[in-house]
């Protein structure tokens, strides 16, 4: 039974490597600052992920370095169980909860770095549910260090009664604004969102472990809480600097990038604390189990409840945003010209339906606009500002994949060339008398009309546009007459 077991896993697991994707290649929001080469495909099957764990990719070290101590803690769990008897005894009951919460975000993080290639909206779904974990694992510490570490000077304070509560509301508050960062347009506000997300919860964690750490000189586990806070600020150093490979771009794209060195130092954090955790355990249970609050099982379940609540709502969102309007169809660019170091290239997108924020940019952005793009490496998009342009989602597109827009006076159809193309395709359209008696054969009377248009007519649109600019000028950005 075991052989086939392993046979039916081998299968599964063997097969032809992904094919790895360099930095410009791969959809923005996929991007990693300074990794240039390693990237899996995007959409890959979860078959394809799981063989990826085996393969050298720019992820294949973010999985083993959560995966590999997540089993270590579990099997950590298991033996304490038996040497404390954790079932039997409640005093326990506070570690066995953070010992779960370690072992919940380190597998939370493995699988959502092995899994996020699937889909876009997997990529969203996968890391909500591992910024889930990691703030549960903060409201973990939380009960052990109310139930083990606080100084004895604090027993029987507010501070010991608020403690908790408190720190329940701040991981419910961190997995929120952390979900929300990955809505948000702006790549600095979601280093600020995410980063101060998890700062606040781990800042008043600490308050009763630092004062301990100040207050007393000497106490058995202080070497090991002290290693903890070291770790720790490597944690957020790695995050905010992404060093070394800003350094050296290219250079450490499968080995010794920022979020490998990020994982490292979380696991380091952890296990320094575990250790003290442990020690604190066992030499202060005369002072602190006097002083033990009910079990903590149902504050932790409520802390886990409302994280699920939380990731079903984004994940009901980013489906809402990644989900593809299919009666959305485009035109394929034809307006382009040179003109010495850059190409001004301006898309041609309709369609018979009404287009909204979401399907231009899922339906027209994404699948049309971007590749061909990504095709012309000093390209400046511009487009004006109709309502889906403007969108928020539409505007959030564009800065995740690094795509600078330039900035577009309102009520100024004269200054984009596209209006002249449509007018021309219009007058056409009107010398047909009948009736277009479905959808396709108007669309293909508006291709036909497109194409008629004389490339000599559209350079000149463009040889206009210096003309057009000045005009605006001089008329105080008034109507230019063209």
Known sequence: MFAQAADMLEKYLVGQPLPLLSWDQVPGEAREVAILQGYRPPKCSAQQCMRSIFQLTNETLNVWSHLLPALFFWWRLGVLADDLAIPEDPYTWPFAAYLVSVCLYLLASAMAHTFFSIS?????????????????????????YRAYVIPEIMLGTWLADVF?????????????????????????????????????????DSIPLVYRLMTEEHFAAASYYKWQFVFSALIGAF???HLPERLAPGVFDVIGHSHQMLHISGVLASYTQYHGALLDLTSRRNIMEPHSLPPPLHTFALVLLSNIIIVAFFSWRASSECTTDRSVRSHPPQCTT???????????????????????????????VLPYLQGLYTAIFQQDNARPHVARIVQRFFD??????????????????????????????????SPAATPDQLWQRVEAAWSAVAQEH????????????????????GYSGY
């Open 120 to 144: 876009d909206l997997s990529r969203h779904v996968c890391f909500f549910f591992d910024y889930a974990a990691l703030s549960l694992y903060g409201f973990g510490v939380a009960l052990m």
């Open 164 to 204: 908790v509560p408190i720190c329940a509301v701040l991981a419910i508050l961190c997995t929120l604004l952390a979900c929300y960062s990955r809505f948000l347009s702006k790549s600095g506000w979601v280093t600020v969102y995410r980063l101060g997300a998890f700062t606040l919860p781990w800042a008043w």
């Open 239 to 241: 995050y905010a600097s």
């Open 338 to 368: 040179s003109r010495a170091d850059r190409q001004i290239v301006r898309m041609a997108v309709t369609d018979c339906c009404h287009i909204t924020n979401r399907s231009t940019a899922h339906s027209v952005l994404e699948p049309v």
């Open 400 to 433: 995740n994949r690094q795509i600078e827009l330039p900035s577009w006076p309102a009520r100024s159809p004269e200054l984009s060339p596209i209006e002249n193309m449509w007018s021309m395709v219009a007058q056409r359209l009107t010398q047909i008398t």
């Open 458 to 477: 559209i350079q000149s649109i463009f040889e206009s546009m210096p003309r057009r600019v000045a005009a605006v000028i001089s008329n105080n950005r």
